[in-house]
């Protein structure tokens, strides 16, 4: 059956690093986009990033402003997010996401998304 599972998550100060993993299962990672999304208590679920299923288009949400990047290695079956000079209000849970219907392009909207990992927990504090 198809499964995401996020890791790499974990308590970071501020300014610090961590990357993220998603590794995918069920299905050919190759033929589908994948998104990261966050969710923080009391907020929505919001987009992070995304990356198309060739890799060559990519998106961020307003608030990352160059600090993290996608990848994706099809051969591994796994997409990173590396997010450098982290911020507490990055602090949320972060999940990957499968994109429905083998699009080409790469677009954060979570009704377009139909199976997700059970997210890894970032906590940005010192």
């Known amino acids: 059956q198809v499964q995401l599972v996020e890791s790499g998550g974990g308590l970071v100060q501020p300014g610090g690093s961590l990357r993220l993993s998603c590794a995918t299962s069920?299905?050919?990672?190759?033929?589908?986009?994948i998104g990261w999304f966050r969710q923080a208590p009391g907020k929505e679920r919001e987009g992070v990033s995304c990356i198309s299923r060739s890799g060559a288009s990519r998106d961020y949400g307003d608030f990352v402003k160059g600090r993290f990047t996608i990848s994706r290695d099809n051969a591994k079956n796994t997409v990173y997010l590396q997010m450098n000079n982290l911020k507490p209000e990055d602090t949320a849970i972060y999940y990957c996401?499968?994109?429905?219907?083998?699009?080409?392009?790469?677009?954060?909207?979570?009704?377009?998304?139909?199976?997700w990992g059970q997210g890894t927990q970032v906590t940005v504090s010192s």
């Open positions: 996401a499968r994109r429905a219907g083998r699009r080409y392009d790469c677009r954060m909207t979570v009704d377009e998304y139909d199976y």
């Open positions: 069920g299905f050919a990672l190759d033929y589908y986009g």
